[in-house]
């Protein structure tokens, strides 16, 4: 199957910094992403839709200003979680599909976020 | 936006034994699929199955998506099988996967 990749796997950071996060389709183009969330022993959440050469669409409820989202090329899709908090802490995982349409989703290995 | 339901949310079972995890959903899919989350939370994707019946070793599934769910049988259960199972969906004519409650399967020896 395709691979997503998506680094950092673990970052620490202080209250108040932005972290990013970046996500890649390694062996296929992606011109649509997702980027989800999920709390402790919950479910995925779905965040927003990352879109190649436009702006996100973002999930009810979702803060456009905390979490920023850029899909700045067709294999890269890249999540700013600008002046986090501790409430920000948790596991972040980015998808993509193959192309062609309905198709497969393949996530990447997920980023667990903790801010102190 | 749909709804997709799992059921059971937990399962105990003995090494050896079979089971069958569920997936309802509330509206028409063009995309389902089942994931196991292993313990480090990497998403392992098992079935792409929007329609009809799969197989790969232990594992098989069936969706029947007119009665909107699917079934993911695990036989002869071994104690790596443990972990959360997913079922997500794409409604029709839509991209995004929404996830089910999830399945947290325990598999003692």
């Known amino acids: 199957g395709a691979v997503v990749s998506q680094h950092p796997s673990r970052v620490i950071c202080k209250s108040g910094t932005s972290v990013k996060i970046e996500c890649r389709s390694l062996?296929?183009?992606?011109?649509?992403m997702f980027w989800y969330r999920q709390f402790p022993k919950q479910s995925l959440m779905l965040m927003a839709t990352?879109?190649?050469?436009?702006?996100?669409?973002?999930e009810q409820g979702v803060e456009k200003d905390k979490f920023l989202i850029n899909h700045a090329s067709l294999t890269l899709s890249t999540l700013t979680v600008t002046s986090a908090h501790p409430e920000d802490s948790s596991f972040y995982i980015c998808?993509?599909?193959?192309?062609?349409?309905?198709?497969?989703?393949?996530f990447g290995q997920g980023t667990r976020l903790t801010v102190v | 936006g749909i709804q997709v339901e799992q059921s059971p949310p937990d399962l105990i079972l003995q090494e050896g034994a079979n089971s069958t995890l569920r997936c309802n959903f509330s509206?028409?899919?063009?995309?389902l699929q089942w994931f196991h989350q292993n313990p480090w939370g990497q998403l392992i994707n098992l079935f792409y199955?929007?329609?009809g019946t799969k197989q790969n070793g232990r594992l098989s599934a069936t969706t029947v998506a007119t009665e909107r769910y699917s079934l993911l049988y695990i036989s002869s259960s071994q104690t790596t099988d443990s972990g959360v199972y997913f079922c997500?969906?794409?409604?029709?004519?839509?991209?995004?996967?929404?996830f089910g409650t999830g399945t947290r399967l325990t598999v003692i020896p």
């Open positions: 062996d296929f183009q992606a011109t649509t």
């Open positions: 990352s879109n190649e050469g436009s702006k996100a669409t973002y």
């Open positions: 509206d028409s899919v063009n995309n």
């Open positions: 199955i929007p329609s």
């Open positions: 997500a969906v794409a409604q029709t004519g839509a991209n995004n996967l929404f």
């Open positions: 998808s993509a599909r193959e192309p062609g349409s309905p198709s497969e989703a393949f």
